[in-house]
């Protein structure tokens, strides 16, 4: 039967509809034009394809206040996610942490000690990077058996920062290199392996800030999601925490997106922390209501855990 008009003209609409929709989807998912970032205050520097005997090589950048010179008195901060810190142009949803930005601000304004940030690309392997690897000893034998636990490269990750990245920091620009004036920090899977890091190296670190972090294990590859590796991370971590208050330790998440299923598995993981003895003036734990899982919220309150580990 031959379709009337109006059916005629509906079916087109929605077939432009649908046309326009996919172009959409297609300009926002397309490649960034621009691949090298470019910071609106201090300098930015970028060491392409660095390097490692532990993992792949990755694209490494260094943001450096307005005005250092080699060897100024300056804290050093390891981040994750280095591609998605500075310039939205560079970035594949267009956000950025606004990390020059904060840290200027803050610097100039005298309330945080001068600082230098490592921005640690990420990778394809970024869910096995940024696993805390020795979480598998705390899941029971049989759900650990469903797991491919020799891809997790946590450790390998860390170790090329520690061994390899660090070393190159210290030399190259001469910060001060104490483990008081190095920290870490991570959102989602880099909140965990920023957490994980200091307990892996509390000798190394002197605080970690971990946003949003991924405590759930929800959403992640068959064999390492699910309750018993969430349970089996918050065991590990009461167990391998460095001695309480000789550290600082942020966290916090939103109530959007995948950080509306956060709030319980944080408190599990307060009530832990806690129980070892860490105060508050240590150990901070903060919600954000209204915020959900992506970059523009976490630049929204950046200013946050830099005052925590950077305040004068």
């Given amino acids: ?133 020795k979480t598998w000893q705390h899941v029971a034998e049989a759900d650990r058996k469903k797991a491919k636990i020799d891809k997790l490269s946590g450790d390998a990750y860390l170790q090329f920062i520690v061994k390899e990245l660090k070393p190159f920091i210290d030399d190259r620009y001469k910060p001060l290199a104490a483990r008081e004036h190095t920290f870490m920090m991570g959102s989602s899977m880099g909140g965990l392996i920023s957490l994980y890091a200091l307990c892996e190296y509390p000798q190394v670190f002197g605080g970690v800030a971990c946003l949003s972090s991924h405590l759930s294990m929800a959403h992640l590859p068959d064999g390492f999601k699910g309750e018993q590796w969430a349970t089996g991370f918050r065991d590990y971590v009461g167990q391998h925490l460095p001695e309480a208050n000789g550290s600082l330790i942020y966290m916090d998440h939103g109530t959007e997106d995948f950080d509306a299923d956060y709030g319980p598995y944080q408190e599990l993981l307060d009530s832990v922390v806690v129980a070892k003895g860490w105060d508050k003036l240590h150990y901070r734990s903060l919600v954000f209501d209204g915020d959900g899982h992506n970059e523009t919220c976490w630049a929204k309150r950046l200013d946050q855990p830099l005052l925590f580990l950077l305040g004068k």
């Avoid at 397309?30 to 993992?55: C, D, K, Y």
């Avoid at 840290?103 to 869910?127: F, K």
Wanted: charged share 20%; with cysteine.
């Fill in 1 to 133: 039967m031959a379709l009337g008009r109006k059916t005629k003209i509906r079916l087109w609409q929605l077939g432009t509809l649908l046309f326009l929709l996919v172009v959409a989807l297609a300009w926002c998912m397309r490649p960034p034009r621009n691949t090298t970032p470019t910071a609106s205050h201090g300098t930015l520097e970028r060491f392409p394809q660095f390097e490692s005997q532990f993992v792949p090589s990755r694209d490494v950048v260094v943001w450096l206040p307005e005005g250092y010179q080699t060897g100024d008195s300056c804290d050093v901060l390891y981040m994750h996610d280095g591609n998605m810190l500075f310039d939205a142009t560079t970035t594949w949803n267009r956000q950025e942490w606004h990390v020059d930005e904060v840290m200027d601000s803050l610097i100039r304004a005298g309330v945080i000690r001068p600082c230098i940030v490592v921005g640690i690309y990420n990778t394809d392997d970024r869910l096995t990077e940024y696993f805390p690897a």
